[in-house]
């Protein structure tokens, strides 16, 4: 009876639709047309140097706002992207999108760097530099203060293109991140063969570090080996004061997370960046400011 009965309830569910893969299928045919229209929104959240509390960047962050779903997160709508391949047509309008910000965040002499997240499929465009580069120069800005994010999973799937592509970007003057670092597979030592000139620590790492050894020690190790490379460490995913205060102890660079801020659209970051300023003493004894 109650295989009888399950089977019954599985007749019942293969001739409903699911609801979950009707908006799937649905949001797989608007993409493109997202991109077209107003849809999507880049949104920034500020990375401060833990040695100056200066803001040193900020991390750039796809949003969909589609007119019936509402808020579409990235987790959600950029792995359809990477299937379909409507990734390089987005990546290339959240990178162009991204350097209209940067050059004007230099007009107004906010002197930052901006950090786009680059997916694998990205890599397999052999042309995929020599795009960028045209973008910067359409939009008068150097890369040089562009950081391209990429996970270790992007990059050890075919690590001798991954390799070749990540060399062409960091001749054309981009820096080089490796995003959620501590969740792959991949190897410190192996790192140094690419040049990387970053790892940024996953969250899940730094999210309970303040209360959890193992997490403390794995970040402390990260940070360590990082250093003895000569990268520059970042970690994300700050939610509290007592996580910056450790990670400012342990001599981590770059602090990203919501304690410090939450993404957030274009405008609000001009403010935000504004205030922030206006706020915080420059500690950098470098600078007298008699120029
Ligand atoms: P990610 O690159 O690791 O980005 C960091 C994510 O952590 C962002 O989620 C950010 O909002 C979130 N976050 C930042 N601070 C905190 C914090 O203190 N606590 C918590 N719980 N979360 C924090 P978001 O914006 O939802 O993006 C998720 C992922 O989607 C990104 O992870 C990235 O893999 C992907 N993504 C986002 N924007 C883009 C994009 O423009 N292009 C590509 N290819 N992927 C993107
Ligand atoms: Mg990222
Ligand atoms: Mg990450
Ligand atoms: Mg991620």
């Known amino acids: ?44 959240q500020p990375q401060i140097s833990l040695k100056t509390n200066k803001v040193e960047g900020a991390e750039v962050l796809i949003r969909w706002i589609h007119p019936e779903y509402g808020f579409i997160p990235p987790d959600e709508f ?38 786009i997240n680059i997916s694998a499929r990205n890599l397999q465009d052999a042309e995929f530099s020599q795009k960028i580069q045209l973008l910067a120069d359409e939009e008068n800005i150097s890369l040089q203060d562009i950081v391209m994010e990429l996970t ?29 670092f501590g969740t792959g597979y991949s190897s410190l030592s192996y790192l140094k063969r690419l040049p990387v000139n970053e790892i940024k620590i996953d969250r899940s790492f730094v999210m309970d570090m303040a209360t959890s050894g193992d997490d403390q020690l794995l ?44 993404p957030m659209p274009v405008d609000a970051f001009y403010k935000w960046l504004g205030d922030y300023v206006a706020v915080l003493p420059d500690i950098d004894t470098d600078s007298s400011g008699s120029a």
């Open 78 to 115: 950029i792995p359809l992207a990477e299937r379909t391949g409507v990734i390089h047509a987005l990546t290339y309008w959240i990178c162009r999108h991204a350097f209209q910000i940067k050059s004007s965040l230099t007009r107004q002499g906010f002197d930052i760097a901006l950090s």
């Open 1 to 44: 009876e109650a295989a009888e009965s399950s089977n019954e309830k599985l007749a019942v569910y293969s001739q409903q639709i699911d609801p979950y893969n009707e908006r799937r299928i649905s949001l797989l045919g608007e993409l493109r047309h997202a991109i077209e229209s107003d849809q999507l929104q880049l949104y920034f």
């Open 152 to 180: 270790e999973t992007a990059v050890m799937t075919d690590p001798d293109h991954a390799l070749k592509m990540m060399s062409e970007l960091n001749e054309a003057g981009i820096r080089l991140s490796i995003d959620d």
């Open 219 to 262: 970040v402390r190790t990260t940070l360590s080996m990082g250093h003895n490379l000569s990268l520059v460490v970042v970690a994300e995913g700050i939610e509290d004061a007592p996580t910056l205060d450790l990670l400012k102890a342990m001599g981590c660079d770059l602090a990203q997370g919501y304690h410090i801020a939450r």
